[in-house]
């Protein structure tokens, strides 16, 4: 069992950035880590993922703006938002999965966190 806990989120100017953090219960080496945002009367869609291997990939509105990374001595997971825009405007989550696997649907996760809230003024 594993339990995520996101941080980080907030109010910010179009323009601005912002590093989400999600925080893992136990070790989280053997998992694939992920992403995923969902606007309000929206569905919940893929952001970026990381594989146990550090591969990575990204939804192509956020690709060269956003970075996942990895940091499994602290069981963390990160985002990094630069130049963030309305858009961007979600509660973001993370998700995990014990697998070797790089995944970008939300059907291929099993652990959530509670998610942050992201706002982006124009």
């Known amino acids: ?3 995520l ?7 910010v100017q ?4 912002l590093r989400l ?5 136990g070790g989280t080496s053997s998992y694939g880590l992920g992403w995923f ?4 009367g ?4 893929f952001v970026a993922a990381i594989s146990r291997n550090f591969g990575v990939i990204y939804k192509d509105s956020v690709k060269g703006r956003f970075t996942i990374s990895r940091d499994n001595a602290q069981n963390t997971v990160y985002l990094q938002m630069n130049s963030l825009k309305p858009e961007d405007t979600a509660v973001y989550y993370c998700a995990a999965v014990f697998s070797a696997g790089l995944y970008f649907t939300s059907k291929d996760y099993k652990y959530w966190g509670q998610g942050t809230q992201v706002t982006v003024s124009s």
């Open 1 to 3: 069992q594993v339990q």
């Open 5 to 11: 806990v996101e941080s980080g989120g907030g109010l």
């Open 14 to 17: 179009a323009g601005d950035s």
């Open 21 to 25: 953090s999600c925080a893992a219960s």
């Open 37 to 40: 945002r969902q606007a309000p």
């Open 42 to 45: 929206k569905e919940r869609e």
